[in-house]
């Protein structure tokens, strides 16, 4: 039977509890067991796919194509969990599931109401995901507190009840903030914020207090005596360089024996060398390469939170510091190009959606493709790449997506959907993972290493076979296909040192243990250009 650990956050919000239920998964994987991390969002949206990124930052695709929250990418690349749909629950999607159970007549003619039928379906939906594994974490989104959490917080204390108080461990993330006026830690919003717990029924066994300063002990003991929890279970979450640092501080703190010693479990040895290998690397890069990234959002970097990940992983694969160089597309629009790319050794465009900005993109890719600077195009950066070659090297100067300019005569991406006439938002995207088949000889499969891979989608158009023999006529080359045939997933420039661009997301699977092959190859021909400048 499986053990639950419940991750509850209190006094504010943006306190890093995604970080924190990786790192616990990660310890304990460290430790040779086998665990699942889950997360639960008070919210109203059936998932985040609609949400904008201002709002609610990346959409992180699984492999099973739900769009679910950004921390569902710290729980993957911080543990070897491959997330499916049921690793991220939302409110909405809770109610949904209730309300239409009510429609099919399952409650027989009862009163259907939040206890016990929407904590019920919380806790189905918990349990469900404990099934094959040792230790279950649970991050409930949100701060203690706020009206949404609350059936989510009766789930879990009623789920302690069902479990038993031995197979149940309530983790909650808490803020001491420092006073610098009188240089003093303060414990109070802890304590309040654990109260608000306890008046819920939830008496939480550890605390992790986030501060600037590390707790001293007597600190540590005057919270564990409001609080109520022994002094050991006092962790200081102390702010780090590098979140990677997390699980390392963490296991200093001996957070890991503190969890394995409450729920009762064997105290196996603890293996991180591996990460501490990675963290070191991380820490002591060789040498830097700067990477330009030319995007829509990038005053707000969550919106980014995968692909900056992979790069910085793709650094140090490369034991490289990679500096990123935010750009806002309609800079360039009204600066022009050089100004802002002339001191970048690599260009990348991400994905994105609507019309703001794209001028701005096609720049730099033509930038990067004449000035012979790595380019690498992820989903839209990769059909504006594509239509980029079309208008400037093929000959079709209006070629464009139907996405932007819906009457084009060249649409060189179009949206396969239209047939299906379905215009609702949510689901009718290609999501999740494709198999691939890569051409021999290409950047690709070179990067690869191998000749079929798996990668995740979340976009609705998609290159227009039409103008295939075309363009390969004029040096584009296709180097990733469907199996089918039907869907163009790669393409690259021959006469060019490194420019790519692939209709999928590599970031959503590039890990420290595992970093991804293209984001590999990227920086590494992106360091390339930066040392032959400097020599020449
Ligand atoms: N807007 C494009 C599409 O829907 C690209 C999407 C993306 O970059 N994720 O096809």
Same mark, same amino acid.
């Given at each position: 039977?499986?053990?639950?650990?419940?991750?509850?956050?209190?006094?504010?919000?943006?306190?890093?509890?995604?970080?924190?239920?990786?790192?616990?998964?990660?310890?304990?994987?460290?430790?040779?067991?086998?665990?699942?991390?889950?997360?639960?969002?008070? *919210?109203?949206?059936?998932?985040?796919?609609?949400?904008?990124?201002?709002?609610?930052?990346?959409?992180?695709?699984?492999?099973?194509?739900?769009?679910?929250?950004?921390?569902?990418?710290?729980?993957?690349?911080?543990?070897?969990?491959?997330?499916?749909?049921?690793?991220?629950?939302?409110?909405?999607?809770?109610?949904?599931?209730?309300?239409?159970?009510?429609?099919?007549?399952?409650?027989?003619?009862?009163?259907?109401?939040?206890?016990?039928?929407?904590?019920?379906?919380?806790?189905?939906?918990?349990?469900?995901?404990?099934?094959?594994?040792?230790?279950?974490?649970?991050?409930?989104?949100?701060?203690?507190?706020?009206?949404?959490?609350?059936?989510?917080?009766?789930?879990?204390?009623?789920?302690?009840?069902?479990?038993?108080?031995?197979?149940?461990?309530?983790?909650?993330?808490?803020?001491?903030?420092?006073?610098?006026? #009188?240089?003093?830690?303060?414990?109070?919003?802890?304590?309040?914020? +654990?109260?608000?717990?306890?008046?819920?029924?939830?008496?939480?066994? @550890?605390?992790?207090?986030?501060?600037?300063?590390?707790?001293?002990?007597? &600190?540590?003991?005057?919270?564990?005596?409001?609080?109520?929890?022994?002094?050991?279970? +006092?962790?200081?979450?102390?702010?780090?360089?590098?979140?990677?640092?997390?699980?390392?501080?963490?296991?200093?703190?001996?957070?890991?024996?503190?969890?394995?010693?409450?729920?009762?479990?064997?105290?196996?040895? /603890?293996?991180?060398?591996?990460?501490?290998?990675?963290? #070191?690397?991380?820490?002591?890069?060789?040498?830097?390469?700067? @990477?330009?990234?030319?995007?829509? *959002? @990038?005053?707000?970097?969550?919106?980014?939170?995968?692909?900056?990940?992979?790069?910085?992983?793709?650094?140090?694969?490369?034991?490289?510091?990679?500096?990123?160089?935010?750009?806002?597309?309609?800079?360039?629009?009204?600066?022009?190009?050089? #100004?802002?790319?002339?001191?970048?050794?690599?260009?990348?465009?991400?994905?994105?959606?609507?019309?703001?900005?794209?001028?701005?993109?096609?720049?730099?890719?033509?930038?990067?493709?004449?000035?012979?600077?790595?380019?690498?195009?992820?989903?839209?950066?990769?059909?504006?790449?594509?239509?980029?070659?079309? /208008?400037?090297? #093929?000959?079709?100067?209006?070629?464009?997506?139907?996405?932007?300019?819906?009457?084009?005569?060249?649409?060189?991406?179009?949206?396969? /959907?239209?047939?299906?006439?379905?215009?609702?938002?949510?689901?009718?995207?290609?999501?999740?993972?494709?198999?691939?088949?890569?051409?021999?000889?290409?950047?690709?499969?070179?990067?690869?290493? &191998?000749?079929?891979?798996?990668?995740?989608?979340?976009?609705?158009?998609?290159?227009?076979?039409?103008?295939?023999?075309?363009?390969?006529?004029?040096?584009?080359?296709?180097?990733?296909?469907?199996?089918?045939?039907?869907?163009?997933?790669?393409?690259?420039?021959?006469?060019?040192?490194?420019?790519?661009?692939?209709?999928?997301?590599?970031?959503?699977?590039?890990?420290?243990?595992?970093?991804?092959?293209?984001?590999?190859?990227?920086?590494?021909?992106?360091?390339?250009?930066?040392?032959?400048?400097?020599?020449?």
């Amino acid at each position: 039977m499986a053990k639950y650990i419940f991750i509850t956050g209190g006094v504010v919000s943006s306190l890093g509890k995604g970080i924190a239920a990786s790192s616990v998964g990660c310890l304990l994987e460290s430790r040779g067991f086998k665990v699942s991390i889950q997360k639960l969002d008070p *919210y109203i949206n059936v998932d985040p796919g609609t949400m904008s990124p201002f709002q609610h930052g990346e959409v992180f695709v699984t492999e099973d194509g739900a769009e679910t929250d950004l921390d569902l990418g710290h729980y993957e690349r911080f543990t070897s969990q491959i997330s499916s749909k049921g690793n991220n629950y939302t409110a909405g999607r809770i109610y949904l599931q209730v309300i239409e159970k009510e429609r099919r007549g399952d409650y027989l003619g009862g009163t259907v109401q939040v206890v016990p039928h929407i904590t019920n379906e919380i806790k189905e939906a918990i349990k469900e995901k404990a099934k094959d594994v040792d230790v279950s974490i649970i991050e409930i989104g949100g701060t203690v507190g706020d009206i949404e959490s609350l059936p989510f917080l009766e789930a879990i204390r009623q789920l302690q009840l069902d479990e038993g108080q031995a197979n149940t461990l309530f983790i909650h993330l808490t803020l001491v903030p420092y006073i610098r006026a #009188s240089h003093e830690l303060k414990t109070k919003p802890t304590q309040h914020s +654990v109260k608000e717990l306890l008046s819920i029924g939830i008496q939480p066994d @550890i605390l992790l207090c986030r501060t600037e300063h590390p707790l001293p002990m007597d &600190m540590k003991a005057k919270i564990a005596l409001f609080c109520n929890v022994k002094e050991e279970a +006092v962790i200081t979450a102390r702010d780090v360089e590098h979140v990677y640092e997390v699980p390392l501080y963490f296991a200093d703190e001996g957070l890991d024996y503190i969890i394995l010693k409450y729920l009762g479990l064997p105290l196996n040895e /603890r293996k991180l060398d591996k990460w501490e290998n990675f963290v #070191s690397k991380l820490k002591h890069p060789e040498d830097s390469v700067r @990477i330009g990234i030319v995007g829509k *959002y @990038i005053k707000y970097e969550d919106s980014y939170k995968s692909l900056k990940e992979a790069l910085v992983i793709g650094g140090v694969a490369n034991n490289l510091m990679v500096e990123l160089k935010w750009i806002e597309a309609e800079d360039i629009e009204k600066e022009g190009t050089s #100004s802002q790319l002339s001191d970048v050794d690599g260009i990348l465009v991400p994905g994105g959606f609507g019309e703001r900005g794209i001028d701005g993109k096609v720049m730099a890719i033509t930038y990067a493709r004449e000035k012979k600077i790595p380019f690498f195009g992820i989903c839209l950066g990769m059909q504006l790449a594509t239509i980029e070659y079309a /208008r400037n090297v #093929s000959g079709l100067s209006d070629a464009h997506s139907t996405e932007f300019e819906k009457e084009t005569k060249n649409p060189i991406f179009y949206k396969l /959907r239209d047939l299906l006439q379905d215009e609702t938002y949510g689901g009718n995207m290609r999501l999740g993972a494709y198999e691939c088949v890569l051409k021999e000889g290409s950047l690709a499969e070179k990067a690869y290493g &191998m000749k079929r891979v798996f990668e995740r989608h979340r976009h609705r158009y998609e290159f227009n076979p039409a103008y295939k023999d075309l363009l390969e006529q004029k040096g584009m080359a296709i180097t990733g296909i469907s199996p089918d045939n039907k869907f163009v997933e790669i393409v690259e420039i021959k006469d060019h040192p490194w420019f790519l661009g692939c209709q999928f997301h590599p970031e959503f699977k590039s890990k420290p243990l595992n970093p991804h092959p293209l984001f590999r190859e990227f920086i590494k021909a992106s360091y390339r250009n930066r040392m032959e400048k400097s020599n020449g």
